[in-house]
């Protein structure tokens, strides 16, 4: 009998420890440790409330990620319908460009119609971006301070004196 446990005891030591329930249990344990002294962590020295949200009044300074910047800035000049219709109606064209320009050249810089549409797009896109870059801030531009109004049309900033 005595042959067989240490022939058990031998085998194990040899094979190690099974990972589970031996290892798991105690990554389990540990796991279980730091998430309560994170939430005793959490409890004792919580971050003080700020004031409630207001769901009707947006925050100054709020911009879109850098990819829907230009037609967020588009929207500020046209009414909000027209601007959407006709950001519709230039995805469409931009869609459709293949199917309108039947020219018989492969080469695209021999395709005249394909090649203006997309230029006038990218710089509009590109001149749209950087008016909704420069909207509603103040830069400093040699030396002088500058604030953007809601379009991107520069104003000089003058500070009140006190």
């Keep these: 009998m005595e042959k067989e446990i240490e022939k058990r005891v ?5 094979e190690g420890k099974p990972f589970f329930p031996n290892h798991l249990l105690k990554e389990v344990i540990v796991a279980y440790l730091l998430f ?38 588009l929207l500020k000049y046209v ?3 027209i601007g959407i219709l006709g ?3 230039a995805l469409a064209i931009l869609f459709l460009v293949p199917f309108i320009d039947k020219s018989p050249e492969r080469e695209p810089s021999k395709r005249k119609l394909a090649r203006s549409i997309g230029i006038v797009v ?9 008016l909704g870059y420069m ?3 103040t830069k400093t531009i040699f030396g002088k301070k500058y604030h953007f109004d809601l379009k991107g049309v520069p ?4 500070e009140i004196k006190k």
């Design 87 to 89: 950001i519709g109606l």
């Design 79 to 81: 009414p909000k319908i």
């Design 155 to 158: 104003h000089k900033f003058e």
């Design 10 to 14: 031998t085998e194990e030591i040899e």
């Design 122 to 130: 990218i710089i509009l896109a590109l001149l749209f971006s950087f």
């Design 135 to 137: 909207s509603e801030s």
């Design 36 to 73: 309560g002294i994170l939430l005793t962590l959490a409890v004792f020295f919580s971050f003080p409330m700020e004031e409630k949200a207001n769901p009707f009044q947006t925050p100054e300074g709020i911009k879109p990620e850098w990819y829907f910047l230009a037609g967020y800035q």
